[in-house]
């Protein structure tokens, strides 16, 4: 019904950017909730930012003053802009979203494949 694809990873060095995109296309009637989320080798997936149709961010205390999320709805996409980065934000970083497909059915959630954010010298 939607589909994420997220695009923009790599291999950085320390102290570089990145600038994650994330497309929802398919039976789209509104998106609502949007947001990252990374997951590292042997650990647990967990949220780096979301935000809502309102407007409304929330960050990871461990990127917050490095990453920005942000989201084009005529487009139907969020980003994710990543600054200073450091090899512990190494992951794979997915894409999700909460989405709506008609008014009156319950928004259903989301996951894109993901792209791999490497951070190394």
């Known amino acids: 019904q939607v589909q994420l694809v997220e695009s923009g990873g790599g291999l950085v060095q320390p102290g570089g950017s990145l600038r994650l995109s994330c497309a929802a296309s398919?039976?789209?009637?509104?998106?609502?909730?949007m947001g990252w989320y990374r997951q590292a080798p042997g650990k647990q997936r967990e949220l780096v930012a979301v935000?809502?149709?309102?407007?409304?961010?929330n960050y990871a205390d461990s990127v917050k003053g490095r990453f920005t999320i942000s989201r084009d709805n005529a487009k139907n996409t969020v980003y994710l802009q990543m600054n200073s980065l450091k090899p512990e934000d190494t992951a794979v970083y997915y894409c999700?979203?909460?989405?709506?497909?008609?008014?009156?059915?319950?928004?259903?959630?989301?996951w894109g494949q993901g792209t791999q954010v490497t951070v190394s010298s």
């Open positions: 935000t809502n149709d309102g407007g409304n961010t």
């Open positions: 398919g039976s789209i009637f509104r998106l609502y909730g």
């Open positions: 999700n979203a909460d989405g709506g497909t008609a008014l009156g059915i319950a928004p259903r959630n989301y």
